[in-house]
């Protein structure tokens, strides 16, 4: 009778960690979740990317640093597909090459990522910005003809809970706190159920109240997921790394905890010297 | 309560509505008047050339009342903006016909705006009169064709290329529509018809408002330099004249090597162009404004006189407004009623006098007799008759150049049918009542 | 649960929906039951204007949807408009049959016009009316289909894309105009006679077209109200205000751009196809860029992302154009001008907005409101 | 309007009165004679008309030619009152006696009359004169005269005089056009050893009256050699005619690709620097084509100079209006593209209404001035019409003007810091506000220049607008927004390619052609041929 409910139940059962894009679990055996391989990006002469190389374990928390310039946003965009490298490879696990697919697909299959400007629906509620983040069948017909399920409902309670905005659920997310769609925008990005988190620079503008909360939110979730940040704040970075990598002139200068890198002098001349 | 409250707001608006629409569709029925509907353009490319056809319509209607009226009533104007649009003119006539129940309406330009009104007047049996030159192929009972049909223009004109200036080739270059293709359609078949080879007739069709003439301009001329002499038969459309005309001139193609013979190009287009460059080319019409007869110039006093404005030219679908409106008016006078179809019986066989010296007569088949008068441009825009058919010629609604209507015949008195046809004895289309 | 989705937090939609259902049943009670001379009368001059009106607001609801929802502004809708008044038009030139002035059994009077021996092989089919039927969503969806596709698939938006959009409509235009084309030319399809074997200007058929368009238009707006209260309406408007965003939520975002643009498309062809038998003509014109720039204006002006807005938008626009071309046929172009400035500059909401800010002092707007 | 006919006369007669001037002076011999026959022109009817001029023609009287050249100018006038007296009117209001040059004033003649002639009288005075201008003093009136004479054929009486003139002939081109002329003529001897000489001769001659004859003979003559010779002389022609015909469609694809681009410039700044979608741009032209026809009502005697104060008053003009249009409306919805496209759109409305209402909806005549007119002859093949070459030069100018603008000036550099970034440009004092007007205003100004343009190649009226607004969009948008250099590529790629297209596929189907191509060629490069780059272009 009903042409989709075939495709309902396979998505309920994909909610789990298990991807459903890809059609078979992300192999991870090697310990990387992401391989970024001598990438590098051009835009008009200019080298946003130059032979990156990057390795993100999973369940890892890693904070990545540099100066402006040093290509942060770019690799957080050749990561999402929304910017194509002129080189090298970028893995997803051992078999999915995310060179090959384009942004939604790359985001259905478990990268989630946040702007460095907080970006939520405006016009919806934020229950509905939550709804719409939901990991599950994401194709036009069947959003057109399909409640969420129960179970999907449920999970949605927890992140509106895990995020603090159960009370604001009903209100405009536009009407929120600059900090309150930072939080929004990470919760969204639990709702798609991701392997992956590319956060960027998420307390910034926040108060040292709502940094902190941000700190305590992002290290639960690493474990769980490989959370990547990239962020200024260094007292931010320091509150939450276990590694640190940076970038400088679109390749890794150092990598290391947050001492040894503090310590390292390349590092301390690209900040300081110069 | 939401309900309740919703459902009343829904009866109050509903209400205002059909207020507003009774509005629209107000209809001050004053039978001390005899309403004239007036269907041109005033907005929209087309006012160009139509708005004029409006105040020669105001013009007429005023100076009939100055007479006294008409059965003893006024005449009142009733004039609305079809803008160009098609579809907007059948609205418009409807309008016309059934809320403000005019007794005559005189409008149209296009055939595609008269196409679009003709299935109304037919429906509500009004009475339409049709100024302009046009394609033929046409008859209803309730228009009335008072421009030329393609026998009362073009064939005379190419007549006279042939006969002396000893045209042997032609170029027909035409706007890509209905009249155009038609003209062209007719007047190949003719050329063929007198012994003119494929060869030597060269068809080019281009868009409205065609502005870059420059290699069909080029194209004509290296058709035209093969020792034979040439002419262009041109059926070009309104804006796309000037460019056209321009670029003759400025590629050195006089009148006396490749003469123009418009179609389209009368007193009113030459008023709004630098006629220098046109001297010498011609145009087909059954009046100048040049004519010198006592009518005419009564009629361009009267017309100056009206319009405020020593400038502005008459042309030949005003003459034919001229007409029209007077035959209306003697017919109803015949009549005794401006009811439709009284009208109709009553104005077949009306005569009266045309601008040009002559009588001008309605014909059983809804077009009437015209003479044909070829002129060449001047340099003051105006024209010089080098050339007039003998006497006045009868409009045929049907070519007899074409397949298609070579047996068709209209005749609304004795076979009351647009389209009968001769071979098989029988109306086509059963569209007769 | 559909009703109660589709209908409350909608008052406007409702008020407008219920006008609609109430021209419905009075129109043709007032105008075939009541005799002429009553006051209460209904002309059918005026029953085609507002059967005319009625296939505008489909059509200002079709554009409503893809730009008030979508935020893609098509300049180019006239021609799915026109496309489905040509495909109803090529129907009923056939039901002409031998009635034509040439008599030809199968071919429409243009062609024996032009000496065309055969019936274009596109021209085949139209004789059935499901044929027809299915050209006027096929037609037009098609041609959506294939554009949408090209154009969402390279990103082409806003701007960029109302223009090409623009240069669809202008090609088709000029294509339209050509006699070659085999569509009558600048004159287009005239001079129908039946539709399902009714005669066209029989009172009793224009109240059913007239029923039609109502009907259609209704349907449309619930259809419309569907899509935008689903899921995947909310994802539209997340597309409209962050494109990126939703695309990195892993929808496939020129896949919602596309089945909105094709739906839409196929309401403008059904507006243009209950059209077409109403005015009796449908030639190039409707393709001409101006007339889809205006629809874009009817839109504004009675206030986009609302849906009825659209329908108040084409009443309002439209009525005032009748008001004005006959009170005022000199100049009517001055207030119209006037309007769309007046529009753009005070009223971003339109008149839907307007009223709105009267009512916010009283209650709550619903958010929905809000483009 | 009358006093704009006048003044057209005035060149005219000016130019008859040169050609008079010499002959003023001398005595009429037969004053009887001639003075007769001047006054049968105004008395006798238009048929004969053709006679008395080729008698007029036959007497050999000086003033001869001045009255035919009069005659054929329009400038030959005849008084109402009888007896009628046939006077020129060498300058406006100038008379002088017909028969023998004595000037009399205005008044005593009262009103008068042109005498009219048709086409068949204009060629025959043409032929006529073209026989007494063999010998005239100027070489390019001898050389119109041979020319004249081929394409009126020639018979053997002129192959004698021909031949007498040529051995005396100094201009060599006269020379050799004269030469053409007495070969096309020996085509039809009877002697086959002159064919065969003259079908050499015009191998290579470009004259369009040569091919016709010259394959008659390579199919009918009844010699085999010169048949062959014929077919040669022929393939001669046609091969340089091929390359002619190239040449001739470039230029006339680079010459509606300067009409885009002066039609697109004013866009690429309003559109493509501010982002404003100007739907009212092309009444912005409108308004520039008729303030040169203001401007010519005003100077109806200056007609020649009236292009050269019409186009700063149109820059003026239209550049008032867009400060207004962008102050009045514009400046409340940047950021709002589309937006502006409505209000624009409504702008339009009310402008070309406003146009109908001030000027009436009828098409202004905008005179061309004499320079604009004619063609540059190259050879008898390849013309280039003056109006189109001075339109393409014109169109680079204004170009390159506008590029130096925006490139050298402080309010170029202003307009680009505002373009790319608003609060920033405002940071740096930079009055925004200011900036924004002058712009638009320069976009609207450049609008009204090409507005000048165009009333030289078409209809000045109220839908001058419409016709150029989509393809300027189109020429913008395919160039690149924001990238004037874009803007004058596509203008011109537009421009050939539509030529191209055009003598296979017809004008409209081009047309048609070249939007489905630019509709994929969008999809293909969103951002046009010459994209913005940066940052700021991004979305």
Redo the contacts between chains.
């Keep these: 009778m009903n042409p989709f409910k075939h495709a309902r139940n396979w998505s309920t059962k994909a909610l789990p960690v298990k991807d459903p894009n890809f059609g078979h679990p992300l192999d991870t055996s090697h310990g990387p979740i992401l391989y970024v391989e001598d990438v590098s990006v051009s835009f008009d002469g200019f080298k946003a990317l130059n032979n990156l190389n990057l390795y993100i374990d999973e369940g890892e928390l890693r904070c990545i640093i540099g100066p402006n310039g040093a290509g942060k946003t770019t690799m957080m965009d050749v990561i999402t597909g929304k910017t194509k490298p002129d080189s090298g490879s970028i893995y997803f696990g051992q078999q999915i090459n995310l060179r090959e697919l384009s942004e939604h697909q790359i985001a259905r299959g478990g990268i989630g990522r946040k702007f460095q400007k907080p970006t939520v629906f405006e016009a919806l509620s934020v229950y509905e910005n939550l709804e719409l983040a939901t990991a599950g069948n994401k194709k036009f017909w069947f959003t057109l003809t399909r409640e969420l399920t129960g179970e999907q409902r449920d999970r949605l309670d927890e992140v509106l809970y895990t995020i603090g905005l159960t009370q604001s659920r009903f209100n405009s997310a536009g009407n929120l706190s600059h900090g309150q769609k930072q939080w929004l925008e990470i919760g969204m990005l639990l709702m798609q159920s991701p392997r992956v988190l590319l956060v960027d620079e998420p307390v910034a503008g926040m108060t040292g109240e709502e940094t902190e909360r941000t700190a305590e939110l992002l290290t639960s979730l690493a474990g769980k997921h490989s959370v990547i940040v990239v962020e200024h704040d260094m007292a931010f970075v320091r509150s939450i790394a276990r590694k640190v990598t940076v970038l400088h002139q679109g390749s890794v200068l150092a990598e290391g905890s947050m001492d040894q890198v503090q310590s390292d002098p390349k590092v301390i001349e690209v900040y300081l010297g110069e | 309560m939401k309900l309740k409250k919703l459902l009343k707001t829904i009866g109050v608006l509903g209400a205002s509505c059909t207020l507003a629409l009774s509005s629209i569709t107000a209809n001050a029925q004053e039978d001390d008047t005899i309403k004239v509907g007036v269907l041109h353009s005033l907005s929209g490319t087309m006012a160009i050339s139509e708005t004029t056809l409006k105040d020669t319509m105001l013009m007429l209607i005023e100076e009939q009342n100055k007479k006294g009226g008409l059965l003893g009533k006024k005449l009142e104007p009733v004039v609305v903006d079809p803008a160009s649009n098609w579809p907007l003119f059948a609205e418009k006539t409807r309008e016309l016909l059934a809320q403000e129940k005019v007794d005559a309406i005189f409008g149209c330009w296009t055939s595609v705006s008269r196409k679009s009104v003709l299935p109304v007047v037919e429906e509500l049996n009004g009475l339409l009169f049709y100024p302009v030159q046009y394609e033929g192929e046409e008859s209803s009972r309730n228009v009335f064709y008072t421009g030329a049909a393609p026998n009362q223009q073009a064939i005379p004109a190419v007549d006279y290329l042939m006969n002396e200036l000893e045209v042997k080739r032609w170029v027909l270059a035409g706007t890509d529509y209905v009249y155009p293709r038609t003209t062209n359609k007719i007047l190949a078949a003719y050329l063929k018809a007198k012994g003119v080879a494929d060869e030597d007739i060269m068809i080019n069709y281009t868009p409205f408002g065609h502005s870059d003439w420059q290699n069909i301009v080029s194209d004509i001329k290296r058709f035209g330099s093969s020792g034979k002499k040439t002419a262009v038969v041109s059926t070009i459309n309104g804006d796309a004249n000037v460019p056209f005309y321009r670029e003759l001139g400025n590629q050195g193609i006089s009148a006396e090597d490749i003469p123009v013979v418009a179609f389209s190009v009368g007193e009113e287009e030459l008023s709004g162009i630098d006629a220098k460059p046109l001297v010498g080319h011609m145009a087909a019409w059954n009046y100048f404004m040049s004519v010198d007869t006592d009518e005419n110039n009564a009629f361009i006093d009267q017309w100056l006189a009206f319009i405020g404005d020593e400038d502005r030219v008459t042309n030949d679908p005003m003459e034919a407004h001229y007409i029209g409106f007077n035959m209306w008016v003697k017919a109803v006078e015949k009549a005794g009623t401006t009811d439709s179809d009284a009208v109709i019986d009553a104005i077949v066989g009306v005569e009266v006098p045309n601008l040009t010296g002559g009588t001008s007569k309605m014909l059983p088949n809804h077009h009437i007799t015209k003479p044909v008068l070829l002129g060449e441009i001047q340099e003051d825009g105006q024209f010089l008759t080098v050339w007039e058919t003998d006497g006045l010629v009868a409009g045929d609604a049907w070519s007899d150049y074409l397949e298609g209507s070579k047996d068709l015949k209209s005749d609304w008195v004795s076979l009351n049918c647009g389209n009968y046809n001769t071979k098989t004895k029988k109306c086509v289309g059963a569209t007769a009542e | 649960m559909l009703t109660q989705r589709l209908l409350t937090s909608d008052k406007g939609g409702m008020l407008v929906l219920g006008l609609i259902a109430l021209t419905c049943i009075v129109v043709p009670i007032l105008n075939l039951a009541v005799p002429e001379s009553s006051p209460f009368h209904v002309s059918t001059f005026a029953v085609t204007l507002l059967g005319k009106f009625l296939c505008y607001a489909l059509l200002a609801l079709a554009l409503d949807l893809i730009w008030g929802y979508a935020g893609i502004l098509s300049l180019g809708h006239g021609a799915f408009f026109a496309l489905g008044g040509y495909a109803m038009g090529m129907y009923l030139m056939r039901q002409i049959g031998d009635r034509g002035k040439y008599g030809d059994p199968l071919l429409p009077d243009f062609m024996v016009f032009l000496n065309w021996q055969d019936l274009p092989w596109y021209w085949h089919g139209f004789d059935m009316f499901w044929f027809a039927a299915l050209m006027i969503i096929l037609v037009p969806g098609i041609l959506a289909w294939v554009f949408g596709w090209l154009a969402f698939r390279s990103r082409v938006t806003g701007v960029y894309f109302a223009i090409i959009t623009q240069a669809l409509t202008y090609a088709l235009m000029l294509a339209f105009f050509r006699n070659e084309m085999g569509f009558g030319g600048n004159n287009g399809l005239t001079d129908f006679k039946d539709i399902l074997d009714f005669s066209i200007t029989a009172d009793s058929t224009r109240i059913g077209l007239f029923l039609a368009s109502g009907i259609a238009l209704m349907l449309a707006y619930l259809a419309c109200r569907y899509i935008v209260t689903s899921r995947a309406g909310k994802v539209i408007v997340s597309i409209r205000d962050a494109e990126s965003r939703t695309r990195f939520s892993g929808y496939q975002v020129e896949s919602y751009k596309l089945w909105l643009f094709v739906f839409s498309a196929v309401l403008a062809g059904i507006a243009g196809a209950l059209y077409v038998p109403q005015v009796g003509i449908i030639n190039p014109g409707e393709f001409s860029p101006l007339n889809s720039i205006e629809l874009v204006v009817w839109v504004a002006t009675g206030g986009r992302g609302t849906l009825y807005g659209a329908i108040v938008g084409a009443f309002s626009v439209n009525y005032g154009k009748t008001v004005f071309t006959t009170f005022y046929p000199e100049a009517w172009l001055f207030p119209l001008g006037l309007l769309f400035v007046l529009v753009t500059l005070v009223l971003p909401k339109g008149l839907v907005g307007l009223i709105g800010r009267f009512k916010k002092n009283k209650s709550a707007t619903n958010k929905e409101e809000q483009p | 309007?009358?006093l704009l006919?006048k003044s057209?006369?005035l060149w005219i007669a000016l130019a008859a009165c040169l050609i008079a001037l010499p002959c003023a002076y001398a005595q009429p011999q037969e004053p009887d004679e001639f003075a007769t026959l001047v006054d049968e022109l105004a008395t006798g009817s238009?048929s004969k008309r053709g006679k008395t001029v080729d008698a007029i023609a036959a007497t050999g009287h000086e003033r001869a030619q001045a009255v035919l050249h009069a005659l054929l100018q329009?400038s030959l006038q005849t008084t109402r009152s009888t007896p009628k007296q046939v006077v020129i009117e060498t300058t406006n209001d100038v008379y002088v006696l017909a028969a023998n040059g004595e000037s009399v004033a205005a008044k005593a003649l009262g009103r008068t009359k042109?005498i009219?002639i048709?086409?068949?009288l204009?060629?025959q005075i043409?032929t006529l004169m073209a026989q007494m201008n063999l010998s005239a003093v100027d070489a390019g009136v001898r050389q119109r005269a041979v020319e004249q004479m081929i394409?009126d054929g020639v018979d053997s009486d002129s192959i004698e005089l021909l031949q007498t003139l040529q051995s005396k002939e100094s201009n060599t081109d006269v020379r050799d056009a004269m030469t053409a002329a007495i070969a096309l003529a020996q085509l039809e001897s009877s002697s086959a050893e002159t064919r065969l000489t003259a079908v050499k001769i015009l191998r290579g001659s470009l004259y369009?009256?040569v091919?016709?004859?010259l394959e008659a003979i390579a199919k009918h003559d009844s010699e085999r050699s010169i048949r062959v010779e014929a077919q040669r002389s022929l393939d001669s022609i046609d091969g340089k005619l091929k390359m002619f015909r190239l040449g001739?469609?470039i230029f006339?694809g680079l010459?509606?690709g300067s009409?885009l681009l002066l039609s697109a410039i004013g866009l690429a700044i309003t559109f493509g620097v501010m982002?404003v979608?100007n739907?009212a741009h092309g009444e912005l032209m409108m308004i520039g084509a008729y303030t040169t026809w203001v401007i010519q009502q005003a100077f109806p005697n200056h007609i020649e100079y009236s292009l050269f104060m019409a186009i700063p008053a149109a820059f003026v003009v239209s550049g008032l209006v867009g400060i207004a249009i962008e102050r009045g409306?514009i400046q409340?919805?940047y950021g709002r593209?589309?937006?502006?496209?409505?209000?624009t759109?409504?702008?339009?409305?009310?402008l070309?209404?406003?146009a109908?209402?001030i000027f009436?909806?009828?098409?202004?005549?905008?005179?061309?001035p004499e320079w604009m007119?004619?063609?540059l002859?190259i050879n008898p093949a390849f013309?280039i019409?003056?109006?189109?070459l001075y339109i393409l030069l014109f169109g680079l100018m204004v170009f390159f003007a506008l590029l130096a603008v925006l490139k050298k000036t402080s309010l170029g550099l202003k307009v680009r810091a505002v373009s790319q970034n608003r609060p920033m440009a405002r940071a740096v004092g930079v009055r925004a506000s200011w900036v924004d007007a002058m712009t638009f205003g320069l976009g609207s100004g450049v609008a009204g220049i090409a507005g000048v343009a165009l009333s030289q190649?078409?209809?000045?009226?109220?839908?001058l607008g419409?016709?150029y607004i989509?393809d300027s969009?189109?020429v913008v948008?395919f160039g690149g927004?924001g990238n004037l250099w874009g803007t004058l590529v596509s203008a011109m790629s537009l421009g050939v390619i539509n030529?191209f297209m055009?003598?296979f596929a017809?004008?409209?189907?081009a047309?048609?052609l070249i939007?489905?191509l630019?509709?994929?060629f969008?999809?293909?490069k969103?951002?046009g041929l010459f994209p913005q780059?940066g940052r700021a272009a991004a979305?």
């Design positions: 309007m009358a006919k057209v006369c238009l329009g042109r009219p048709h086409n068949k204009r060629s043409k394409s369009p009256e091919r016709g004859p001739e469609n006339f010459s509606l009409v982002g979608i739907m409306v409340f919805l593209p589309l937006e502006t496209l409505l209000a759109f409504g702008i339009s409305l009310i070309q209404q406003a109908r209402s009436s909806p009828l098409n202004r005549a905008v005179s061309l007119s004619g063609s002859q013309s019409t003056f109006n189109r190649l078409t209809n000045v009226g109220p839908n419409q016709a989509i969009f189109m948008v927004v030529k055009e003598p017809g004008a409209v189907l047309k048609v939007l489905v630019l509709i994929l969008i999809q293909k969103p951002k780059k979305d």
